[in-house]
Structure formats: C-alpha cells, structure tokens
C-alpha cells in the first residue's frame, strides 16, 4: 500500500517581500495521484529542495513534484489529479510506484443543511451532492438549481478526476455530467457556458466517442454501470434516467 503521509514544509520563498509560506505537500505514488509535467526536470538533493525550486522556478504554476530519490531527478507538476486512463502524457506513469507530491488546492465552504458533503481526490476538494434516485438530465440540472446548486462539471483535469472517481466510487451506476452539445451538435459546452477544449475532450471522453454518427445522444455521461471498467465518458440521450451530482453555485462566486 502506498504511504501517506502530511508533510508540512514552512518555506522561506525568496519574495520581494521575504513571506514566510506555508506549504502542505502530500506524498504518495503514481497509482494514486498524477499530474502534468510543466517544465524540464532538474537535479535536486532532497524532495524539499525539489518543491523549493519549483516554487521558485514556477511561482504561479507549481502545485505539484514528481521526485526520483534513485537519480536525484526533480520534475515540476501541475495541479495533481486521480489517475485518469486517457492521460498519456501524465507523470508518474499510471499505476507506477514512483513518488509524487502534491500540494492541497482550497478547500470550498460546504454547508448546506447536510445534503452536501466534502470530497477530496489528490488534493483538489469539492462540495458535492450525490443523487438517490435517477432522472433525466434536464430533471439532473433543475433538481440541482432548485438546491442553490449546478450540475457538477469537470473542467479542468483535476475537478474531472474528482467527479469521475466520486461517481464511481459511491454511486458506482450511470452519471450525468453537466456537459452537452444541445445547443450546437458536437460543439460539447460545460453546463457553466465554457466550451470543452479539444485537449480535454480527448482526455475526458472514450476513444471514439462522442459518437458523431448518433445526432439525439447530446449529453454526457460517466456510464459506471453499462460499461463497467471502461474509463471515458459517453454521450447518452438526455431523457434517459441516470444518477448525477450537484455542486453549490457559490464555488463559482467564491472563484
Ligand atoms: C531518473 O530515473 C527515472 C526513472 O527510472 C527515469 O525515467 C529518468 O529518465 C531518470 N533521469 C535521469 C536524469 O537519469
Ligand atoms: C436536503 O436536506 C434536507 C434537510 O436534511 C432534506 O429535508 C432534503 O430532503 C434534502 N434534499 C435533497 C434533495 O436530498
Ligand atoms: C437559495 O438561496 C437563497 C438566497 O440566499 C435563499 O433564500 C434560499 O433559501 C436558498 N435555497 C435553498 C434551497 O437553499
Ligand atoms: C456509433 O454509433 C453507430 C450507429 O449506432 C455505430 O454503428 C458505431 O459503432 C458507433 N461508434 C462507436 C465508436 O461506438
């Protein structure tokens, strides 16, 4: 099993202004979390020399390292994410031993009358609702609003990995995500009115899919219980009945 372990670093950054930064890295291996390299890697003698130099190198970008203590090799990260089949490009490898650590990304207020609940996948948390029952995905997003809420999105990497592995592991059944192409067919937008881009569609969805051929499937799914163990979203027809997960509005005000 992997260690897991809190490391807290309290960093003198070199600033302007000499701030003190408090820095919650976690350690843990490429068959937990990953992340995306964002620059070429260096020599460090420690890991805590690794993430200072990263901080350093890339003071708005560095959220994570990737350090190899065998080669002393230190490779700066971006914000680390569960493991996601379809990231080819991702560091560790998938399912590798190799080390990892990554910094917690803000934790979002989540108190709303206990219909929500906190959860956390490689640092990134989100406040979520989890559904009991099934409905359409206009049901999906007017339940959701009807809560102060949206239907969840997965719009960056991190905050798919946290729905993709949320949805499998505690509803572990069909999914709707808040992403369609009813406005324009194959012009797949986020429920938030952003456009998914072509580099997440291909990360996000399975090989293949969206299915062009098939013009009445508009909205997308995490299809955890028709393919079980296939990794991708699918586009389903939006009148079919599947679970989904909401998320408050204030996340987006807060941002
Ligand atoms: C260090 O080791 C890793 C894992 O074996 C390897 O991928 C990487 O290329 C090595 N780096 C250097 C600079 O040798
Ligand atoms: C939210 O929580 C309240 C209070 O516990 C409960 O009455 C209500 O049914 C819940 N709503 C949903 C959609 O689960
Ligand atoms: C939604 O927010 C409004 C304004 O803050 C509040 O009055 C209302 O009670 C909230 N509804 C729910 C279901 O939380
Ligand atoms: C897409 O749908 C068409 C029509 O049902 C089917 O023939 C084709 O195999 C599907 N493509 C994929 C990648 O599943």
């Known amino acids: 099993m992997a260690?897991?372990?809190?490391?807290?670093?309290?960093?003198?950054?070199?600033?302007?202004?000499?701030?003190?930064?408090?820095?919650?890295?976690?350690?843990?291996t490429g068959q937990e979390c990953q992340t995306l390299q964002i620059g070429e890697s260096w020599?460090?003698?420690?890991?805590?020399?690794?993430?200072?130099?990263?901080?350093?190198?890339?003071?708005?970008?560095?959220?994570?390292?990737?350090?190899?203590?065998?080669?002393?090799?230190?490779?700066p990260g971006s914000v680390a994410f569960g493991p996601l089949q379809n990231v080819d490009?991702?560091?560790?490898?998938?399912?590798?031993?190799?080390?990892?650590?990554?910094?917690?990304?803000?934790?979002?207020?989540?108190?709303?009358?206990?219909?929500?609940?906190?959860?956390?996948?490689?640092?990134?948390?989100?406040?979520?609702?989890?559904?009991?029952?099934?409905?359409?995905?206009?049901?999906?997003?007017?339940i959701c609003s009807g809560m102060?809420?949206?239907?969840?999105?997965?719009?960056?990497?991190?905050?798919?990995?946290?729905?993709?592995?949320?949805?499998?592991?505690?509803?572990?059944d069909d999914t709707w995500i808040g992403l369609t192409d009813l406005a324009v067919q194959d012009r797949f937008v986020w429920e938030n009115g952003e456009l998914l881009n072509d580099q997440l569609a291909l990360w996000i969805f399975r090989p293949g899919y969206p299915n062009k051929s098939k013009k009445n499937e508009n909205c997308a799914e995490a299809r955890h219980g028709g393919w079980p163990g296939i990794y991708g979203l699918n586009d389903a027809r939006c009148q079919t009945e599947k679970f989904y997960m909401c998320e408050p509005l204030d996340k987006y005000i807060a941002k």
């Open 89 to 142: 490009t991702s560091i560790p490898v998938t399912g590798s031993d190799g080390l990892i650590f990554y910094m917690k990304q803000p934790i979002p207020s989540c108190n709303a009358n206990g219909n929500f609940t906190l959860y956390d996948i490689c640092g990134t948390t989100a406040c979520v609702y989890l559904s009991s029952s099934k409905v359409n995905y206009h049901e999906a997003v007017s």
């Open 3 to 28: 260690l897991l372990l809190w490391l807290v670093f309290i960093l003198n950054i070199l600033t302007a202004r000499c701030e003190i930064k408090q820095v919650y890295l976690k350690r843990t």
């Open 43 to 75: 020599s460090s003698r420690s890991a805590l020399e690794c993430y200072r130099d990263c901080a350093v190198r890339f003071p708005d970008t560095c959220q994570s390292i990737v350090y190899n203590s065998d080669n002393q090799t230190c490779t």
């Open 148 to 172: 102060n809420s949206s239907i969840f999105t997965g719009d960056t990497l991190a905050r798919f990995s946290v729905f993709w592995k949320v949805s499998l592991k505690y509803l572990n």
